[in-house]
C-alpha cells in the first residue's frame, strides 16, 4: 500500500513568509497528525485530526499556525507569518482507528522548512 | 503520561544483538509500551509495542519486567540499517481517536561494521 505523502520534501524561506506544507494519509486512516520536529530533539505534537475534527491542537501556536483536512483525507499546515525557531522538520502521520484499538502511527519522510 | 528514560546513544556490532533499555517508573496499569525508530532523514517507524507480556515481531522483541518499571528492545541480529534514533513511549492507549505518541530525545543506535 503507498504509504502517507508530504509536500514539499524542502522548504526555504525568510521570516515573515508564509508557507504550507500538505499531507496525503494512507487511504482508509481517519486520523492525521502533524508534529515538529527541531534538530536533535523528537517529534512534538502539533494537532490531531479525526476525520476532519480536530481532536487536539493544544500545542500549536495558533497566531501563526493554522491547520485544516477538508473533507477528512489531505490535510494542509500552513505558518503565517515565519520566525526563524519555526525552522524544523514537520512531520505527517496517519493511523487507522481500529475496533482492535492497537493502532500504529504511519509517518510520511517529512518536509525540511529553513527559515532565514 | 508516564515519562521515559533512555541513554542517549549506545553502539553495537554488526551481527550482535542490540538491546536498548528504557526506565518507565511511573508507568500506570493501562498504558502501553511502544517502541519507534527513526532513520536518519526519515519519519520515525514503528517497531512493536506491548502492555505487560513480552511481545515478539518480525522486526525485534520487547521485554518488559513484572512491575513493568523497565523494558528492554532487542534486535537480535543488528545490520547497519539498525543505525537509527530509538524511541521508547508510553501511551494510555493503543488506538483509537485518543491515540497520541509523546516523544522524548530516544537512543541513538550506531551498529559498527
Known amino acids: 500500500e503507498a504509504g502517507v505523502a508530504q509536500s514539499p520534501r524542502y522548504k526555504i524561506i525568510e521570516k515573515r513568509q508564509s508557507v504550507a506544507f500538505w499531507c496525503n494519509p494512507i487511504?482508509?486512516?481517519?486520523?492525521l497528525y502533524w508534529y515538529q520536529q527541531i534538530l536533535g530533539q523528537g517529534p512534538k505534537l502539533l494537532i490531531q485530526?479525526?476525520?476532519?475534527?480536530?481532536?487536539?491542537d493544544s500545542q500549536l501556536p495558533k497566531d501563526r499556525f493554522s491547520a485544516e483536512r477538508l473533507k477528512g483525507v489531505d490535510s494542509t499546515l500552513k505558518i503565517q507569518p515565519a520566525k526563524l525557531e519555526d525552522s524544523a522538520v514537520y512531520l505527517c502521520?496517519?493511523?487507522?482507528?481500529?475496533?482492535?484499538?492497537?493502532?500504529?502511527?504511519?509517518f510520511g519522510p517529512g518536509t525540511r522548512l529553513t527559515v532565514l | 503520561d508516564a515519562k521515559t528514560t533512555q541513554p542517549p546513544s549506545m553502539d553495537c556490532a554488526e551481527g550482535r544483538a542490540a538491546n536498548l533499555p528504557c526506565n518507565h517508573s511511573?508507568?500506570?496499569?493501562?498504558?502501553?509500551v511502544y517502541w519507534y525508530r527513526q532513520i536518519h532523514s526519515q519519519g520515525p517507524q514503528y517497531i512493536i509495542h506491548?502492555?505487560?507480556n513480552n511481545e515478539t515481531n518480525e522486526m525485534a522483541s520487547l521485554i518488559i519486567t513484572e512491575d513493568r518499571k523497565s523494558s528492554t528492545l532487542i534486535l537480535p541480529h543488528a545490520t547497519l540499517r539498525d543505525t537509527a534514533v530509538y524511541y521508547c513511549?508510553?501511551?494510555?492507549?493503543?488506538?483509537?481517536?485518543?491515540?497520541?505518541?509523546?516523544f522524548g530525545k530516544g537512543t541513538l543506535l550506531t551498529v559498527n561494521p
Open positions: 513511549i508510553v501511551s494510555p492507549t493503543s488506538g483509537g481517536s485518543n491515540y497520541k505518541l509523546t
Open positions: 487511504s482508509g486512516h481517519a486520523t
Open positions: 511511573t508507568i500506570s496499569g493501562n498504558e502501553y
Open positions: 502521520a496517519s493511523s487507522l482507528v481500529s475496533v482492535s484499538f492497537t493502532d500504529t502511527q504511519y
Open positions: 506491548g502492555l505487560k
Open positions: 485530526f479525526q476525520n476532519n475534527g480536530v481532536v487536539d
